[in-house]
């Protein structure tokens, strides 16, 4: 399939989201391990949460999905006493693979976890030697990539709990972690290097988990640690939330009136985790003109609604403890630095090149394509913006992020931008492509 978008007339207009994708991978498979019946509203139904939903019921999980309504029966995972390993096909999806590598480690369950060719390229040494470090009896791949078998241990024997410092501030790795651990016969500890984003922490203490996560900054350097002490009996209280609209999906919609003369739009609803508004602060020290009102709190997760407007943008720098609040907005972060005027900086973010595609190079590749002037570096890349996006025809690489960003580039060009493979845009944004042409986006079928 292809996208094409041209320039049009500008986007107005008020949309809400749907659902946030980290939350809605942690309610699905914490309220799997819970004590009882969990109700999640405004789930993120989408390709990567289907991967997770499906391996759930391998593991003979009950669920329902109404519309976005989520109802999922906990405790079914427990004592199935399997010797036969299930294997559980984790699509494209990173955090399937690594959240549920930490449950079914934490019950010791026996499964192999395996997925698309990208997700057997994907770095699993990350999760695999703590795991060990545990007691898992897990196998990978001699590149430590997936597949990754996890073997079972004998009934009843706990694993080792952990004091780790992380190597990279990953969130999928420390919810791997933390999630192993409920299993422990003691407390652990994590420590990491930047602020990822903390949604595990905070389900899990609304799920009455023993569970404290100090941050802040010393030195210039931030640190976060996180104690976890294992519940009695595995005992987690099931959910009952309303997961905020994702701002990681929001982002392309922000992008989108910023760059367009005379936008103005409101989205409502939008999570706004401290952990995930990089974006915000980035575009904002560019110049952005960004309102946030109505700021409340859905069940320990803070939301507001965001009111967009156009406004001429200069470059930036970005790098540090902001490269991992804006994680996965680099894609679209990046279309920004194409229009504004100067150049922009992202350094200390080699992270991407281990994301859904290599979000360094890959991105790099397809701007030069639509005319950007942009430089490679080993950890991100320079943006020369202000001159201009000309059109052309470019590729998604399999990337859901990578393939929205480039429709938002078609906004700004001079001819139009064509995406290839663009079907994977319904991975994380269902209805992208739908919500952008009711905003007064020009989009059609490439
Ligand atoms: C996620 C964490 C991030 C992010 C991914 C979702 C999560 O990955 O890129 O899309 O839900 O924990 P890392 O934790 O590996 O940086």
Redesign the pocket.
């Given at each position: 399939m292809r996208i094409a978008a041209v320039p049009g007339s500008p986007l107005s207009g008020q949309v809400s989201l749907p659902g946030d994708?980290?939350?809605s991978?942690?309610a699905a498979l914490f309220a799997a391990l819970a004590d009882g019946e969990s109700q999640v509203d405004n789930f993120l139904v989408a390709g990567v949460t289907q991967v997770m939903l499906e391996a759930l019921s391998e593991l003979g999980v009950a669920w329902k999905l109404e519309g976005s309504h989520l109802i999922v029966q906990g405790r079914a995972m427990y004592g199935g006493g399997q010797t036969e390993a299930v294997v559980l096909n984790c699509g494209n999806s990173?955090?399937t693979m690594?959240?549920l590598a930490g449950a079914v480690s934490a019950l010791g369950i026996p499964v192999v976890l395996d997925g698309s060719p990208g997700l057997r390229s994907r770095p699993m040494k990350?999760i695999v030697e703590p795991l060990r470090a545990m007691g898992v009896l897990i196998e990978a791949s001699p590149q430590n990539t997936a597949p990754l078998v996890i073997n079972a241990r004998s009934p009843g024997e706990k694993l080792k709990p952990l004091d780790y410092d992380l190597p990279?501030?990953?969130?999928?790795?420390?919810?791997c972690l933390l999630l192993a651990a409920l299993g422990a016969n003691g407390p652990t500890v994590l420590r990491e290097p930047g602020p990822?984003?903390d949604?595990?922490e905070r389900m899990l203490r609304a799920m009455n988990v023993d569970l404290t996560r100090r941050a802040g900054i010393t030195d210039n350097n931030h640190f976060a640690e996180v104690h976890l002490a294992p519940p009695e009996n595995h005992d987690l209280s099931p959910l009952s939330i309303k997961i905020p609209g994702d701002i990681?999906s929001a982002a392309f919609l922000i992008v989108a009136a910023l760059i367009t003369p005379g936008s103005r739009i409101t989205i409502q609803g939008v999570g706004l985790n401290p952990t995930r508004t990089g974006l915000l602060d980035a575009l904002q020290t560019m110049g952005a003109d960004i309102k946030v009102s109505n700021q409340r709190h859905s069940h320990g997760e803070p939301m507001g609604d965001l009111e967009i407007n156009y406004q001429p943008l200069l470059g930036t720098q970005i790098s540090g403890s902001l490269v991992?609040r804006m994680?996965?907005e680099m894609p679209i972060f990046a279309i920004a630095a194409a229009h504004a005027q100067g150049r922009t900086v992202v350094s200390q973010a080699g992270?991407l090149r281990?994301?859904?595609s290599d979000r360094i190079s890959d991105l790099c590749r397809e701007l030069r394509r639509l005319g950007v002037k942009v430089e490679e570096k080993p950890d991100g890349f320079i943006i020369s913006g202000g001159e201009g996006v000309r059109g052309g025809v470019v590729d998604s690489h399999g990337d859901h992020?990578l393939a929205m960003a480039l429709v938002v580039a078609g906004l700004i060009a001079q001819e139009t931008v064509v995406v290839q493979n663009s079907e994977i845009v319904g991975e994380?944004f269902p209805g992208f492509r739908e919500v952008l042409v009711d905003l007064g986006g020009d989009i059609h079928n490439g």
């Open positions: 994708k980290s939350i991978h942690r990173g955090t690594r959240l990350r990279i501030a990953s969130a999928q790795v420390k919810t990822s984003r949604h595990t990681s991992v994680i996965d992270e281990y994301k859904e992020r994380s």
